[in-house]
């Protein structure tokens, strides 16, 4: 009898262990998004914009800009779309940030944003079905604000055009 409520007992703890564990899935990184942007600046003048677009973008410690070649006209930095979050609770879940790469290249009368995706993109569920992490239709939603604000500000006139 003894041994029979000690069988009950572990395969009760086991099943309480289990099912407080959180599964981790792992998702493929989307590809690449890139977008054209034609308008009627010279290469001096979209390089400026371009490099005032990441300056306001890039408002936090975690984004920089990596790279810059004016003859070239590159633009390259590292933007976080998701910044990490650090759980103080033992009941909370710390979460990693996630860093696409951005290039963006100029020349006369154009210039094109490039936005890859962060490798490694995952989603974890918790017992409530909460999602945390981040997911390719995260990816796509954060990259399409991004291109559309890179293309009205490169539209735009610059404030170094009239000053």
Known sequence: MKKLYLILIIITAAGLLTSCVSSIKYLDSPPPKFKNVQNESDKNSNYIKANEWMVNVFSNAESVIQFTDK?????????????????????????????????????????????????????????????????PSMFNKDSDKLILSFENHMLGESANDNW
């Open 71 to 135: 003859e070239e006209g590159i633009v390259k930095g590292k933007y976080a779309m998701k910044k990490s979050v650090v759980s103080t609770s033992q009941y909370g879940l710390s979460q990693p940030a996630f860093y696409s790469i951005i290039t963006i290249r100029v020349k006369n009368g154009a210039s094109r944003i490039e936005i890859v995706p962060p490798s490694g993109m995952f989603t974890q569920t918790d017992d409530f079905k909460n999602e945390y992490g981040f997911t």
